[in-house]
């Protein structure tokens, strides 16, 4: 018997159906699961994602990259379409001077996810000492 024969069917393990965990959509074939290549979760396991759950955590995430809801690491959708890479652009951010991966760029600026979001929303602090507003990125 090859390999192929003795690994049992995702569907055959699981009861005949899965189930996404982020939507909860349930009766999805195993094509459109998302194979995310940052982890690998087990056969055993009832953890997966719908390729169209994850469509969307990237698409709203800055600069298109989005995280992994099993093990956080930054995934994006792969160049050509069809599956997703790990968004392993490492420097140091712009704004931050931390080592982070890099998920948006514009200009000369290099940003972090958190200096994204932060420049997208920034807060407004107000300095308790003299009562003055500032825009904190």
């Given amino acids: 018997m090859s390999d192929a024969e003795l690994e049992p069917d995702l569907q055959e393990l699981h009861g005949g159906e899965l189930q996404c965990a982020i939507c909860l959509e349930e009766s999805l074939s195993e ?3 998302a194979r995310l290549p940052c982890c ?3 056969d055993t396991s009832t ?4 390729a169209r759950c994850m ?5 709203q995430g800055p600069g298109g990259v989005g995280r992994c809801p099993n093990c956080r ?3 994006k959708k792969a160049d050509g379409g069809g599956g997703f890479e790990v968004a392993d652009q490492v420097d140091t951010c712009s704004l931050c001077n931390q ?4 998920v948006a760029e514009d200009g000369r600026l290099k940003m972090c996810d958190a200096c994204t979001l932060g420049r997208q929303h920034p807060l407004l602090y107000e300095c308790e000492g003299c ?3 500032q825009r904190i990125p």
Avoid: A, E, L
Wanted: hydrophobic content about 50%.
């Fill in 73 to 75: 690491s930054y995934v």
């Fill in 55 to 59: 469509d969307v955590i990237c698409v």
């Fill in 131 to 133: 009562g003055r507003f």
């Fill in 99 to 102: 080592v982070r991966v890099i």
């Fill in 47 to 50: 953890t997966r994602f719908c």
């Fill in 40 to 42: 690998v979760i087990p």
């Fill in 31 to 33: 094509g459109s699961m």
